[in-house]
């Protein structure tokens, strides 16, 4: 593997879609470092063909905070919490909360207590420690969503912020979340990579929202829509985190995305070209919980 960090007993090879488990794909691109990525001939999802297995995502995500929350990264990623915080909180005013995948627990702990009750799920043991110190030892918990025990339910809000690309198992996930919120409720999906979008067309691996050991699955709006408006849930909220965000630069990615298009269309090579922070490369969606 090309400049891995991980082990032949670290990988596993994925036979079908994550997401519909159609076995029936076509490469979605020949350019990759590690693992191949295909499209789904039957949903449309893209995924790979091989990823980290149980043991290399425990490997990956219990080092996850070091990595990503560096403080030049953080200050940027703080910024982003604020305003999604802001964008949630004109529809959920107060109640119980669960963020999934909550990692140090820094957006979570932008929910003030003393209108939400706040509840964290996490995967890496290192994140996990660091959301018990700022959010609270007995709400956060550790582990998958779907193997993890609630006391409580009926929550009034879950939050997936930047998750559901990550998980081996989304359907599996969105089940479990559908199945502890309330009537009424709302499932926020956010900083989620959108796959019907220009540079993910244009770039394919090189799109900055794919990230081999980490982004597995990618989905569209619509894959969300079908699958929510199939359960009884409505949409209230749709946007894309571009124009407002500290890493949005437009005049330098707009011309550099009419240069790849330029490219393309005279046929040539995108090769050492990356994508940059562009409109519509991440969603935000919310639903509501109508039955």
């Not at 990595?67 to 109640?95: C, Q, W």
């Not at 420690?129 to 609630?150: N, S």
Request: charged residues 25%; glycine residues 8%; neutral net charge.
């Amino acid at each position: 593997m090309k400049n891995s960090v991980y082990n032949t007993n670290e990988i596993e090879e994925v036979l079908s879609c994550p997401w519909c488990g159609s076995k029936d794909n076509t490469a979605w691109s020949n350019e990759y470092d590690n693992f191949p990525p295909v499209k789904c001939n039957n949903c449309g999802v893209v995924f790979l063909k091989k990823r980290l297995n149980e043991v290399g995502r425990k490997k990956f995500y219990d080092q996850y905070v070091q990595i990503h929350e560096t403080p030049e990264r953080l200050a940027a990623r703080l910024k982003m919490y604020e305003m999604e915080f802001v964008n949630i909180d004109k529809i959920v005013l107060g109640g119980k909360v669960l963020d999934v995948g909550c990692g140090s627990g820094k957006f979570l702990s932008c929910f003030p207590k003393t209108r939400y009750k706040r509840y964290g799920v996490e995967y890496g043991r290192e994140a996990v420690m660091e959301a018990q110190k700022l959010v609270g030892e007995g709400v956060v918990y550790e582990g998958a969503l779907h193997d993890v025990g609630f006391i409580e339910k009926e929550f009034d809000l879950i939050i997936f912020r930047g998750v559901v690309e990550h998980l081996p198992n989304p359907r599996q996930t969105l089940d479990k979340a559908c199945s502890i919120i309330k009537k009424g409720g709302f499932i926020f999906l956010t900083s989620m990579p959108n796959l019907d979008c220009v540079c993910s067309d244009l770039y394919r691996t090189k799109w900055t929202q794919h990230r081999e050991y980490e982004h597995i699955v990618h989905f569209s709006k619509n894959h969300f829509r079908k699958y929510f408006e199939d359960l009884g849930f409505r949409e209230v909220f749709d946007k894309e985190l571009y124009w407002e965000t500290p890493y949005a630069n437009p005049q330098k990615d707009i011309f550099e995305v009419a240069e790849a298009l330029k490219l393309k269309a005279a046929g040539q090579s995108l090769t050492g070209k990356v994508s940059p922070p562009f409109w519509g490369n991440v969603l935000s969606l919310v639903f509501r919980k109508d039955i």
